[in-house]
């Protein structure tokens, strides 16, 4: 009969308003800046370099390969590569980059760069409140700004962070094992070189 | 001070303060003493149910709603007035700018005018025309021309097509808005909604001669919030605004204050039509009950006129927007004959002996037509369901 299905629905709807005044579980929503909801450990926003040890420039991962700067579809990254050679994380004599920027304003969050880094030197960040009212100044970051530790890294992707450290000690030991059969260091760098073509 | 006091109090204070002035001045200054209030109060009472509209849907969705300016979000009126005047107004090239500026303030002064006949309590009306509910539907079918104006002088597709959709909705749903009013001026022979109200105000024991306590008043009752839902263009008769389809219909090129007059103008259009439903149906300013007529009139008005406002929010949160075809299917299939078979039904009521008889025959006479229409209505349509080729 026409009407039924009417009142069914202003009876349902009239339940969940008093319903929200009584039970607070029917309240879905956070009062975002006071409660927050958990952060879910997949979550991303914009990429950040990862550095070991205490110095952020001697233990930054990145050996400036250019290979994310290529990837990158909105073009976001800009790279500088340097001159001379420091070691890289497991220990070879690597470039480094001498400038290493991401415009966030341009920056889509599509966590490219990080699939076809080859050194787990770029990872994705979760800090989203990074509104400013300096559009310039502010939104390009420098390499100092992206500079952010192995330990910030395993807190906030720990599973992720797992695996990359078992995979870079496998390559420490690996390149431990080289030294030991008394390979020279400078005979590496035509890889680097490659890369940069 | 007695309850009559409390009671006429604004009348005596107007009669006071004409004392003041010059004999020659005595009618325009009457005029303005009646005007001014309706003009403060009802944009105050707009600003009051947008707060209450947004923490009511939210409520109903299990959010909280508007929180954070002032105590439970009290203020979030005032902040959203600073910010439509202080909005840039912009007015797209192509427009016609003559009529594109008079639009909104059309729509809101027909709005206005259809509370010159509003009785807001006792001898507390603007003007007593004799001929008053046909002033109010005469002034009400301006609210159409003000939003064509919008819609064409925009010269964008999609206010064109809200003006479209929204002149054709409310010329369809003022034959029904318009014929289940017919059946109050058939019961109380009287055009003036005065005299409408006066007849109501008296009781029988503790009970009150209102008109929706008789068959064909509570069908008329219904009728009448569903057009009136209809005219005021909400939800679920949403259709010229249609966010998610039309962007915003036929104020798509507005922004800023005139924006803000495009609701001002609206949402006093809905208070004035669920002020005209209380003169009709539910007694004006009358008091449910004969022991309760110590409480002063125009606070029996304003009560249920917010209860009624309720129910609009209430509708507004429980139904989906109607289709085009729905909406006028609705119309001229079910509300058209629901309406006439309604006088007719006050016509047989009228000339029955008073008893259980007439209520027997009048309610019969309206549920088995609605019925009937309703199970009619239900056959033509094949009900199944859907199956989707592509997505699953």
Redesign the interface.
């Known amino acids: ?3 039924v299905g ?1 009142l069914k ?2 009876a ?3 339940r ?2 008093l ?3 009584v039970s607070k579980d ?4 956070f ?1 975002f800046p006071e409660e927050r909801a958990p952060r879910i450990e997949a979550s991303r926003n914009f990429p950040f370099l990862v550095y070991d040890g205490a110095d952020w420039h001697e233990g930054m991962r990145c050996v400036s390969c250019l290979i994310c700067e290529k990837e990158c579809p909105p073009k976001c990254i800009f790279i500088e590569k340097s001159t001379d050679k420091k070691p890289d994380a497991t220990g070879k004599p690597q470039f480094y980059p001498t400038t290493f920027s991401i415009d966030v304003s341009v920056c889509m969050s599509c966590q490219i760069c990080v699939e076809v880094c080859p050194f787990n030197a770029i990872k994705m960040d979760v800090d989203f409140e990074q509104s400013t009212s300096d559009r310039f100044g502010d939104l390009l970051w420098n390499k100092e700004r992206l500079a952010k530790s192995n330990e910030y890294y395993r807190e906030i992707h720990p599973t992720e962070a797992a695996a990359v450290d078992a995979e870079l000690a496998e390559a420490r030991a690996k390149a431990a094992g080289a030294k030991v059969a008394a390979v020279p260091p400078p005979a590496q760098p035509a890889s680097g070189g490659a890369a940069e073509r | 001070m007695t309850p009559e006091t409390i009671d006429q109090i604004f009348v005596l204070s107007k009669g006071w303060l004409l004392g003041y002035v010059l004999a020659a001045l005595q009618p325009i200054g009457s005029a303005i003493l009646s005007v001014v209030p309706v003009l403060v109060v009802f944009p105050l009472l707009f600003a009051i149910t947008t707060v209450l509209e947004r923490k ?1 849907l939210g ?6 709603g508007p ?1 954070r300016v002032g105590p439970y979000g009290i203020w979030q009126p005032i902040a959203d007035g600073i910010k439509s005047l202080t909005k840039e107004d912009i007015v797209p090239r192509t427009a016609d700018q003559v009529v594109h500026f008079l639009a909104p303030l059309l729509l809101v002064l027909a709005a206005f005018l259809a509370y010159a006949v509003l009785p807001i309590g006792k001898n507390m009306v603007i003007t007593n025309l004799n001929a008053g509910l046909l002033f109010f539907f005469a002034v009400g079918s301006m609210v159409e021309l003000a939003v064509f104006m919008a819609g064409w002088s925009s010269r964008s597709k999609y206010s064109l097509l809200g003006a479209m959709r929204a002149v054709a909705q409310m010329i369809s749903y003022e034959v029904p808005l318009v014929l289940a009013s017919i059946v109050v001026i058939m019961a109380s022979g009287s055009l003036s909604t005065v005299d409408i109200v006066n007849m109501q105000a008296t009781y029988t024991g503790i009970w009150p001669h209102w008109f929706l306590f008789t068959p064909w008043g509570f069908a008329g009752f219904i009728l009448f919030m569903i057009a009136a839902t209809a005219e005021s263009n909400r939800a679920p008769f949403d259709l010229p605004e249609g966010e998610s389809e039309i962007i915003a219909g036929y104020y798509i090129e507005y922004s800023g204050f005139k924006f803000a007059l495009f609701f001002l103008g609206e949402y006093l259009g809905m208070f004035a039509t669920s002020g005209l439903a209380i003169t009709l149906f539910l007694g004006g300013w009358a008091a449910p009950f004969s022991f309760l007529t110590w409480i002063p009139s125009y606070l029996w008005f304003f009560l249920k006129l917010l209860t009624l406002i309720a129910a609009f929010i ?2 507004r ?3 989906p927007r109607l289709r085009m075809d729905q909406l006028m299917g609705l119309a001229w299939k ?1 509300m058209l004959p629901m309406t006439l078979l309604n006088i007719f039904t006050a016509g047989v009521w009228h000339f029955m002996p008073t008893g259980i008889s007439r209520w027997l025959v009048c309610t019969f006479l309206i549920v088995a037509p ?2 009937l ?3 009619g ?2 056959q033509r349509k094949k009900l199944q369901v859907r199956t989707y080729r592509f997505a699953e």
């Not at chain 1, 029917?26 to 929503?29: A, G, I, N, S, V």
């Not at chain 2, 409520?59 to 909280?64: A, K, M």
């Open positions: 009969m026409l009407g009417i629905g202003l349902e709807t009239a969940n308003f319903g929200s005044y029917r309240l879905t929503t009062q | 009511g409520r109903i969705q299990n959010r909280y929180n209430w509708a949160g429980t139904f079910f609605w019925m229409l309703s199970r209505l239900k």
